[in-house]
């Protein structure tokens, strides 16, 4: 990417230093194509999450996506992030969305995965320090104990149905809108498998099935025309499948369900079998 000249106060210029990791501060960060909001979008960062700024433009910053095997970079606005000086993280939202009562500023709506850093418990009550200063109560029974998202496979019937109806949104990877392959790295982050964030890289990934009949819960089933890859779905067993496809759902590649998905059978390139620990 070709170096630009940057004017900015001294606090943004040291802040927005390219090779300097910060944390996002609010409930979901855009990572758009070119630094602009009406640019498209390629993936999200929730909040908590630390990402390392590769450039700056005036007041956005060009930074890199989370997660093992994501390769993928946006801009967002230096405003989104924070920059504290030890954050580590205890704890991580593990269902749908968490209410994070701000003491002092405003409430904020969390997205499952993002992460928190408890600093007390009073009952059903824990107290988190925010990213950007200052504290916040969430609700005990919303979170769950790691620096990392993570809850194993067996948990997997239980997180789906967590996601399950939340809207599509191109380059959505929160539980406030997914793509396809942003609810496939998601969902696979929480199993502790880190994946690329588009379905066409996803395709390269693990282990080639080429037959439905050889099919296990958790394979990925990949669709396209020719020989381009355009969308992704998670195998559950009996051709079932999790996609995101107007709204996240189950639907089928069997021609006996009611929810048989007959134009994706049509355009199935294949699937792959990951391996998870």
Known sequence: MKRVSVTMCSRETEAGRP?????????MASLRARPSPGSELVTQEVFGETVRIAAARADWVLCGARGSGDSSKGWLPLRYLAFPP???PTHFVARRFAALR???ASDLVLPMGSLVQVTGRSGPIQKVALPGGGEGLVAARDLAQGATPRLGAARFAAIAREVIGTPYLWGGTSTFGFDC???VQFLFGLLGKGLPR???????VGRPIRKLSELRPLDLLFFGQDRQVDHVAIHLGSLRMLHASGWVRIESLSSASEHFRADLLARFKGARRLVLR
């Open 86 to 88: 030890g954050w580590r």
């Open 181 to 183: 392959s942003g609810l």
């Open 102 to 104: 701000a003491l002092g």
């Open 198 to 204: 588009n379905s066409c890289e996803q395709a390269r």
């Open 19 to 27: 090779g300097k990791l910060a944390v996002v501060s609010c409930p």
